[in-house]
Nanobody, 121 residues
Framework: QVQLVESGGGLVQPGGSLRLSCAAS????????MAWYRQGPGKQRELVAT???????TYTDSMKGRVTISRNDAANTVWLQMNSLKPEDTAVYYC???????????????WGQGTLVTVSS
């Protein structure tokens, strides 16, 4: 069973940048679609970005153009590069691993513990 550990969160000023990392262990990384979610104060959890093992990406409209998701399967790591951050980006960011459809009979979806990003002056 894969385990996920996020890092890289913290306090940043508006307009600044952060690079979040998610390190995976305990399973075959390449079978998972990786994703970043976030949950802001008083809000529902929302999907930020996804990336398949083939490198296909998706992004939420609110962060499109300001965020890039990437992965290195050999290193079992996924990143979220965030630029031009706004106060409304303040949230706990979660790493997610979802097995590809042909693997869901053996492997389970897994969540990291989350890392807090605070955008404020």
């Amino acid at each position: 069973q894969v385990q996920l550990v996020e890092s890289g969160g913290g306090l940043v000023q508006p307009g600044g940048s952060l690079r979040l990392s998610c390190a995976a262990s305990g399973s075959i990384f390449s079978i998972y679609v990786m994703a970043w979610y976030r949950q802001g104060p008083g809000k529902q959890r929302e999907l930020v970005a996804t990336i398949t093992s083939a490198g296909t990406t998706t992004y939420t409209d609110s962060m499109k153009g300001r965020v890039t998701i990437s992965r290195n399967d050999a290193a079992n790591t996924v990143w979220l590069q965030m630029n031009s951050l706004k106060p409304e980006d303040t949230a706990v960011y979660y790493c997610n691993a979802r097995p590809s459809s042909n693997w869901r009979d053996r492997y389970l979806e897994v969540w990291g513990q989350g890392t807090l990003v605070t955008v404020s002056s």
